[in-house]
């Protein structure tokens, strides 16, 4: 089952431009959360915050603190690699690894961890894609074709089955549909709706009518802002906030 | 989609520009310009002869390129006519060079030149890939142009103060510290065992791989640079440490490019005179002991080409150097071909 | 459904952090084992070289073999000699390749150069220098300082060729398209306007392709082949530093070994000297003009 995820006093900054300002917010668990707001608003940097993947920028830094579960994110015994390998995360493009095969693609996170047992990682691997909706199309050309040789659609799958099979407890996803035509993005949104049966999902989309779709709550930042933060009705019907409501309706952004 | 419309309907273009000297201001036509009149009847001059002739001057440096290329190769077979005819193959495979007697075998050349490129190339590929590694993903950012910039200077050291190097400060220490040492550890195989003269193969490789590393370390580093940080990070949210983020986002998608650029180091290692040829020994045997002294093509051709006497000695020599020619050749032209596949065609690939 | 329990370790094994921890270490040693050469040679060049050189080292020629004393003066001024013959076959040829290569060259032919150049530049220097003792020597009867510089041309040429082209190709079309929309001929456009914009660069090509030449020993062995006296004159074999000092290394006399050391200085600060030359030339051209 998924875990909440818990939010206080997030501050983050790229060298000396601070994108983020004193974040609260929590994602409760087995729930989809949304976060919207125009180019720059800091949803990127928020959610790869979450995973410590902030940090990986040089001049970077961020400080808060966050809670996934038990584990506290930016404590002071915290290990960044354990950190990214219980939050699992969907990038913009999609980046499955171009010299191994889907196999080994999904597999990667598996071996990295240390598992070696062949059959343990046949079953993992189709565990995985199974879930993120790819296995009946990849099922033959597991270990022949390259994971880069697959449409855009699937591989956004292939990188989301990637990112489950080391069993994350959480799946941030930044954008994962922007770079995908409709159909394929349809796929994804179904694809998340099921996942959240099993895993706390948190997305950055700035298309506001795919957080209408698939979250059931939202956050709107502006700014490194958290401007308004509540369930995704509520949010596109009835904001309390006035920029909020500029934004939805469009008058910016 | 219609027909655009015949030439005859359109509207006719004007004839001719109105002149200045016939607008009718009501005053008295003035003079035009001096400098404005002959403009107008000057008739811009064809530049059609200047420019193919600088074309053709152009075209003809070019075509020098592959001109000189053809010239160096057909020199290099007509001199070496005599000695093909009188040993054919077996050139290659004979152990015997013997001037004096007319015996010329080439293969203690082949044998040392062989050995002490791959010797170098093991010795130098990890150390440039290590610096490679270390200055693209792990250096601080401030250090990462000085520690470049001194990495290249080390291929602009000519060849042969290497060789003055190696003689006079690299040798000795093999001789003093190093031979002795290996000797003692690791002499049971063979390899290690006989006279530590420092002169010698050890040496001889020791040097190349230094040579040898600037241009590896700076291909790879090329290649380190292009593969897309996105890569990176799809490792690191696996769960990666530095370490196999590394080794699975960055190497592991570079691995044509770093091979294409340790072929070119090959190319650079086999081609070597001066250093080699200053620290081998320049003994044609062949010998199992990385101690003992040895000779490459290229130092034979440095050493004994303006003492040859006899046309079949100076045609044997050539013959060598045909040969150097022709492995160098296909092993660039391979090194090219991978570098170029992940680069992008751009990228030079000279030294 | 899920497992009850995540199948992977809960933490990151010590012999994962094992592992990162040794490939940071390796990859900092082997920095570290890179660049100790570099400073050893430097440093070696200066202890050993620069006790040597005086004035009489800079004005002299070489004293008969055994004798102690005397100088390399033939051997700079040579060096001099033969790298002049060198840049006039190699800058003209080179540069025009270049022009060639950027602005009529993209096709087949071109692509065929472009492979030449690399060809040639990947040639043994040695192997260049059998070649010109063949086109040359051979045919003169006579050793010369114009063969070597034969040599040494011929091998410039591919590292200015490139260079060009590559610099030629970075001045935008528009800059072209300028000129030739102001009446400008083409061959006047290359020259004046294109050329001139990518001077900076080519200056820079041709000034490393020099410095490469300039340590060059293995193709005067042949064709230069080198003179204990002074020899101004083209057709006759010259001495040069670089194959001074081979000589002088490999010979059995102490105060030769010195003189090598200090010989091979110079080269040293010749080469660096032509390379930060240039540097600073098109730096402050570029701050002045562009």
């Given at each position: 089952?998924?875990?909440?995820?818990?939010?206080?006093?997030?501050?983050?900054?790229?060298?000396?431009?601070?994108?983020?300002?004193?974040?609260?917010?929590?994602?409760?668990?087995?729930?989809?959360?949304?976060?919207?707001?125009?180019?720059?608003?800091?949803?990127?940097?928020?959610?790869?915050?979450?995973?410590?993947?902030?940090?990986?920028?040089?001049?970077?830094?961020?400080?808060?603190?966050?809670?996934?579960?038990?584990?506290?994110?930016?404590?002071?015994?915290?290990?960044?690699?354990?950190?990214?390998?219980?939050?699992?995360?969907?990038?913009?493009?999609?980046?499955?690894?171009?010299?191994?095969?889907?196999?080994?693609?999904?597999?990667?996170?598996?071996?990295?961890?240390?598992?070696?047992?062949?059959?343990?990682?046949?079953?993992?691997?189709?565990?995985?894609?199974?879930?993120?909706?790819?296995?009946?199309?990849?099922?033959?050309?597991?270990?022949?074709?390259?994971?880069?040789?697959?449409?855009?659609?699937?591989?956004?799958?292939?990188?989301?089955?990637?990112?489950?099979?080391?069993?994350?407890?959480?799946?941030?996803?930044?954008?994962?549909?922007?770079?995908?035509?409709?159909?394929?993005?349809?796929?994804?949104?179904?694809?998340?709706?099921?996942?959240?049966?099993?895993?706390?999902?948190?997305?950055?989309?700035?298309?506001?009518?795919?957080?209408?779709?698939?979250?059931?709550?939202?956050?709107?930042?502006?700014?490194?802002?958290?401007?308004?933060?509540?369930?995704?009705?509520?949010?596109?019907?009835?904001?309390?906030?006035?920029?909020?409501?500029?934004?939805?309706?469009?008058?910016?952004? | 989609?219609?027909?655009?419309?015949?030439?005859?309907?359109?509207?006719?273009?004007?004839?001719?520009?109105?002149?200045?000297?016939?607008?009718?201001?009501?005053?008295?036509?003035?003079?035009?310009?001096?400098?404005?009149?002959?403009?107008?009847?000057?008739?811009?001059?064809?530049?059609?002869?200047?420019?193919?002739?600088?074309?053709?001057?152009?075209?003809?440096?070019?075509?020098?390129?592959?001109?000189?290329?053809?010239?160096?190769?057909?020199?290099?077979?007509?001199?070496?006519?005599?000695?093909?005819?009188?040993?054919?193959?077996?050139?290659?495979?004979?152990?015997?060079?013997?001037?004096?007697?007319?015996e010329f075998g080439a293969l203690p050349f082949i044998y040392g030149t062989l050995v002490s490129s791959f010797l170098a190339l093991l010795l130098a590929v990890p150390m440039s890939v290590g610096v490679a590694?270390?200055?693209?993903?792990?250096?601080?950012?401030?250090?990462?142009?000085?520690?470049?910039?001194?990495?290249?200077?080390?291929?602009?050291?000519?060849?042969?103060?290497?060789?003055?190097?190696?003689?006079?400060?690299?040798?000795?220490?093999?001789?003093?510290?190093?031979?002795?040492?290996?000797?003692?550890?690791?002499?049971?195989?063979?390899?290690?065992?006989?006279?530590?003269?420092?002169?010698?193969?050890?040496?001889?490789?020791?040097?190349?791989?230094?040579?040898?590393?600037?241009?590896?370390?700076?291909?790879?580093?090329?290649?380190?640079?292009?593969?897309?940080?996105?890569?990176?990070?799809?490792?690191?949210?696996?769960?990666?440490?530095?370490?196999?983020?590394?080794?699975?986002?960055?190497?592991?998608?570079?691995?044509?490019?770093?091979?294409?650029?340790?072929?070119?180091?090959?190319?650079?290692?086999?081609?070597?005179?001066?250093?080699?040829?200053?620290?081998?020994?320049?003994?044609?045997?062949?010998?199992?002991?990385?101690?003992?002294?040895?000779?490459?093509?290229?130092?034979?051709?440095?050493?004994?080409?303006?003492?040859?006497?006899?046309?079949?000695?100076?045609?044997?020599?050539?013959?060598?150097?045909?040969?150097?020619?022709?492995?160098?050749?296909?092993?660039?032209?391979?090194?090219?071909?991978?570098?170029?596949?992940?680069?992008?065609?751009?990228?030079?690939?000279?030294? | 459904?899920?497992?009850?329990?995540?199948?992977?370790?809960?933490?990151?094994?010590?012999?994962?952090?094992?592992?990162?921890?040794?490939?940071?270490?390796?990859?900092?040693?082997?920095?570290?084992?890179?660049?100790?050469?570099?400073?050893?040679?430097?440093?070696?060049?200066?202890?050993?070289?620069?006790?040597?050189?005086?004035?009489?080292?800079?004005?002299?020629?070489?004293?008969?073999?055994?004798?102690?004393?005397?100088?390399?003066?033939?051997?700079?001024?040579?060096?001099?000699?033969?790298?002049?013959?060198?840049?006039?076959?190699?800058?003209?040829?080179?540069?025009?390749?270049?022009?060639?290569?950027?602005?009529?060259?993209?096709?087949?032919?071109?692509?065929?150069?472009?492979?030449?150049?690399?060809?040639?530049?990947?040639?043994?220097?040695?192997?260049?220098?059998?070649?010109?003792?063949?086109?040359?020597?051979?045919?003169?009867?006579?050793?010369?300082?114009?063969?070597?510089?034969?040599?040494?041309?011929?091998?410039?040429?591919?590292?200015?060729?490139?260079?060009?082209?590559?610099?030629?190709?970075?001045?935008?079309?528009?800059?072209?398209?300028?000129?030739?929309?102001?009446?400008?001929?083409?061959?006047?456009?290359?020259?004046?306007?294109?050329?001139?914009?990518?001077?900076?660069?080519?200056?820079?090509?041709?000034?490393?392709?020099?410095?490469?030449?300039?340590?060059?020993?293995?193709?005067?062995?042949?064709?230069?082949?080198?003179?204990?006296?002074?020899?101004?004159?083209?057709?006759?074999?010259?001495?040069?530093?670089?194959?001074?000092?081979?000589?002088?290394?490999?010979?059995?006399?102490?105060?030769?070994?010195?003189?090598?050391?200090?010989?091979?200085?110079?080269?040293?600060?010749?080469?660096?000297?032509?390379?930060?030359?240039?540097?600073?030339?098109?730096?402050?051209?570029?701050?002045?003009?562009?």
């Open positions: 089952m998924g875990v909440g995820i818990e939010v206080r006093g997030l501050n983050a900054w790229y060298g000396k431009n601070q994108s983020l300002h004193s974040i609260d917010m929590t994602m409760p668990a087995n729930h989809v959360t949304a976060v919207i707001g125009p180019s720059g608003c800091g949803k990127s940097t928020f959610v790869r915050c979450l995973n410590r993947m902030h940090e990986t920028i040089p001049e970077a830094r961020a400080e808060g603190s966050v809670k996934v579960g038990d584990m506290d994110v930016y404590g002071s015994g915290s290990d960044p690699v354990e950190v990214r390998r219980r939050i699992g995360m969907v990038f913009q493009k999609p980046n499955p690894f171009p010299t191994m095969s889907i196999f080994d693609n999904v597999a990667a996170g598996l071996k990295l961890n240390g598992f070696r047992n062949r059959k343990q990682l046949q079953e993992l691997v189709e565990r995985s894609l199974r879930l993120a909706a790819l296995w009946d199309e990849v099922k033959d050309h597991l270990h022949k074709k390259s994971g880069a040789s697959l449409s855009g659609g699937q591989q956004q799958r292939l990188c989301i089955a990637r990112a489950l099979a080391v069993e994350p407890e959480v799946l941030l996803m930044d954008e994962p549909a922007s770079a995908l035509d409709p159909i394929s993005t349809s796929k994804i949104e179904e694809l998340i709706f099921q996942l959240k049966q099993h895993y706390t999902v948190v997305i950055v989309t700035h298309n506001m009518q795919q957080a209408a779709r698939v979250a059931e709550l939202t956050g709107f930042f502006l700014m490194g802002s958290l401007i308004e933060y509540d369930k995704t009705e509520k949010i596109f019907t009835t904001p309390a906030d006035k920029r909020t409501e500029d934004y939805i309706t469009g008058r910016f952004g | 989609m219609n027909a655009p419309e015949p030439l005859e309907r359109l509207p006719k273009p004007v004839a001719s520009l109105p002149s200045l000297a016939k607008v009718d201001t009501g005053r008295p036509a003035r003079r035009p310009i001096a400098a404005l009149e002959k403009i107008r009847r000057t008739r811009p001059r064809s530049s059609r002869i200047p420019d193919e002739t600088f074309r053709s001057i152009i075209f003809l440096s070019a075509f020098s390129v592959f001109a000189i290329v053809v010239l160096v190769m057909w020199e290099l077979v007509d001199k070496s006519r005599l000695s093909l005819h009188q040993f054919g193959i077996h050139f290659f495979f004979g152990s015997d060079w013997d001037p004096v007697s007319g590694v270390f200055i693209t993903e792990m250096c601080p950012q401030g250090l990462r142009a000085i520690i470049s910039f001194l990495v290249e200077l080390l291929a602009a050291i000519p060849s042969v103060i290497y060789g003055l190097w190696g003689i006079f400060v690299l040798a000795p220490l093999l001789r003093d510290y190093v031979e002795p040492f290996l000797a003692k550890t690791l002499g049971w195989t063979g390899f290690f065992d006989g006279p530590a003269y420092g002169i010698g193969m050890l040496a001889a490789a020791m040097i190349m791989a230094i040579m040898v590393v600037p241009i590896i370390a700076s291909i790879t580093r090329e290649v380190l640079m292009a593969v897309p940080q996105n890569q990176r990070e799809a490792v690191l949210a696996l769960g990666a440490t530095r370490w196999e983020m590394i080794r699975m986002g960055v190497l592991r998608n570079a691995r044509v490019g770093i091979v294409g650029g340790v072929i070119l180091g090959l190319g650079r290692a086999l081609g070597e005179t001066m250093a080699v040829t200053m620290v081998i020994g320049n003994t044609p045997q062949i010998a199992k002991s990385l101690f003992a002294p040895g000779y490459t093509m290229a130092s034979v051709l440095a050493n004994e080409f303006t003492e040859a006497t006899g046309d079949l000695y100076l045609s044997s020599l050539v013959e060598i150097g045909l040969a150097l020619f022709l492995v160098t050749l296909i092993v660039n032209a391979l090194a090219r071909v991978l570098v170029w596949s992940i680069t992008g065609g751009t990228a030079r690939v000279s030294a | 459904m899920r497992n009850s329990s995540p199948p992977v370790t809960p933490k990151v094994s010590l012999w994962r952090r094992f592992a990162n921890h040794g490939a940071t270490a390796f990859a900092t040693l082997a920095a570290v084992l890179v660049l100790l050469p570099l400073l050893a040679i430097f440093a070696y060049l200066l202890m050993k070289g620069a006790g040597s050189i005086n004035w009489a080292f800079l004005t002299q020629t070489p004293k008969p073999p055994g004798e102690v004393g005397g100088g390399m003066a033939n051997a700079i001024v040579g060096t001099g000699l033969i790298l002049c013959v060198a840049s006039v076959i190699g800058v003209p040829l080179g540069i025009g390749s270049g022009i060639y290569l950027a602005e009529y060259g993209r096709n087949r032919f071109g692509d065929l150069i472009r492979f030449t150049a690399d060809v040639l530049n990947g040639v043994p220097s040695i192997v260049i220098g059998i070649a010109a003792y063949a086109l040359i020597v051979v045919r003169q009867k006579h050793f010369s300082a114009f063969s070597g510089g034969v040599a040494l041309g011929i091998m410039m040429v591919p590292t200015v060729a490139r260079t060009t082209e590559e610099m030629l190709l970075m001045v935008p079309n528009v800059i072209r398209e300028a000129a030739y929309g102001l009446g400008i001929p083409r061959w006047r456009t290359t020259l004046s306007i294109t050329l001139r914009t990518a001077s900076a660069g080519v200056i820079t090509g041709c000034m490393l392709a020099f410095a490469r030449v300039a340590g060059e020993t293995a193709p005067l062995l042949f064709t230069a082949f080198g003179n204990q006296f002074w020899n101004l004159r083209l057709n006759q074999p010259t001495a040069a530093l670089s194959l001074q000092v081979f000589t002088y290394a490999i010979s059995p006399y102490e105060d030769w070994h010195k003189q090598a050391w200090a010989g091979a200085l110079i080269l040293i600060l010749l080469i660096v000297g032509a390379v930060a030359a240039v540097r600073i030339v098109t730096t402050r051209g570029r701050l002045k003009g562009a």
